[in-house]
């Protein structure tokens, strides 16, 4: 499928760029295009284009505002010395998307258009992609229901859309560790729910506790696992690791409650790579809390596209405080590895990254 391209007839001034990527932040400015697919049913996926950012208009009735049938991705594209410009897995992401497309009962889209559509925005609006260090351009692939239909049913319109937002440190300014709060209030996921699906409502439901968190001055929310009091299962956009001081790795397992993240995979294959043992299994609280004190925890650290790799500080539960284990070696080193592949300064031994122009 080609995309026509429609270029804005105003775009941001080459000034007013500058400002921007001179301090981008995190997705508060969006580059002059974005690239859009329908779908209706009977005739799929048509209308392949990139047309001028700007408003959306909606039907008031739009599924999507009554009933939430939207998915969305999270991916980077960085800036390489060779002057191009690359992204990380991608078809990593348009898989992800695709079951989040399945669970939500939504039309799938192929692989090869996923990043077709990268490309075409990419493509244009190349201009907009930082080269500071971490900086990088944060793409945002989402989908979600047009049809203006009140019955509760899958909807039969939908549209895909892509903006892209340069990026800087997801948490503001230099890297250290932030600060968690413990959730005992809110559950984010239950088996059989949409826990592994990258779905708005997930999020949406993740808002009062992250409200919490910040009225404690934390960061970010950790999610127990609902279930198994005391498991840990993720932070409201980031998956979570502990490092052990005779050298392991330990992540939750994904049991479908959690979402399977790209940087955790990554992270585990570039442990493995040093020749790291990884544990994916069911981590307790209290298991965090002992190994801390007794010194068996030595790091702890959340990864995402977002925050890439984040040391994890003290962790608030209620009354009690889990001391912080500070920004540790692993956290650091898997951190420039993997930073360093993405930014095309360390060799991609895993062909991990994708030309996008
Ligand atoms: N967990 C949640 C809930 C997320 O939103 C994200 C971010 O996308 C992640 C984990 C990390 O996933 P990834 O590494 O693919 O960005
Ligand atoms: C990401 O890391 O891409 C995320 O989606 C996390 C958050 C910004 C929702």
């Not at 708005?200 to 992250?210: D, E, F, H």
């Not at 609280?285 to 790091?299: A, P, S, Y």
Request: charged content about 25%; glycine content about 10%; overall charge negative.
């Amino acid at each position: 499928m080609t995309f026509d391209v429609t270029s804005h007839p105003e775009p941001t001034t080459e000034a007013r760029r500058q400002q921007i990527l001179a301090d981008p932040g995190f997705g508060t400015n969006f580059t002059d295009h974005t690239a859009v697919i329908d779908w209706t049913q009977g005739a799929g996926w048509h209308g392949a284009r990139v047309e001028p950012y700007g408003p959306i208009t909606l039907d008031p009735a739009a599924a999507v505002l009554h009933y939430a049938q939207e998915i969305f991705e999270g991916m980077k594209a960085y800036r390489h010395a060779n002057g191009g410009v690359h992204t990380f897995r991608p078809r990593e992401n348009a898989r992800r998307m695709n079951r989040s497309a399945r669970r939500m009962a939504m039309p799938q889209l192929d692989e090869e258009l996923f990043v077709q559509s990268l490309e075409a925005l990419v493509g244009i609006d190349a201009d907009w992609v930082p080269s500071g260090e971490g900086e990088a351009l944060y793409l945002r692939p989402f989908m979600f229901s047009t049809e203006a239909f009140l019955g509760v049913r899958p909807a039969r319109e939908f549209t895909y859309r892509v903006i892209a937002s340069p990026a800087g440190n997801y948490f503001g300014g230099e890297l250290k560790p932030v600060r968690i709060w413990v959730t005992r209030d809110f559950t984010r996921a239950a088996p059989g729910g949409t826990g592994d699906a990258k779905t708005g409502g997930n999020y949406a439901a993740s808002l009062a506790a992250q409200a919490q968190a910040t009225e404690k001055g934390c960061d970010q929310v950790l999610f127990l696992d609902p279930l198994h009091d005391n498991a840990i299962e993720e932070l409201g956009g980031m998956n979570v690791f502990l490092v052990t001081a005779d050298g392991r790795l330990i992540t939750p397992e994904l049991t479908g409650t959690i979402l399977e993240g790209i940087t955790r995979d990554s992270v585990i294959q570039l442990a493995r790579d040093r020749g790291l043992q990884v544990e994916e299994r069911r981590v307790t609280l209290d298991e965090w809390d002992r190994g801390v004190q007794d010194g068996t925890v030595t790091e702890v650290f959340a990864c995402g596209t977002a925050a890439v790799i984040t040391p994890i500080g003290e962790l608030l539960d209620g009354d009690r405080t889990i001391a912080s284990t500070g920004t540790g070696e692993v956290t650091q080193s898997i951190r420039a590895e993997l930073l360093g592949i993405q930014t095309g300064t360390v060799a991609d031994r895993h062909g991990w990254m994708h030309r996008l122009v």
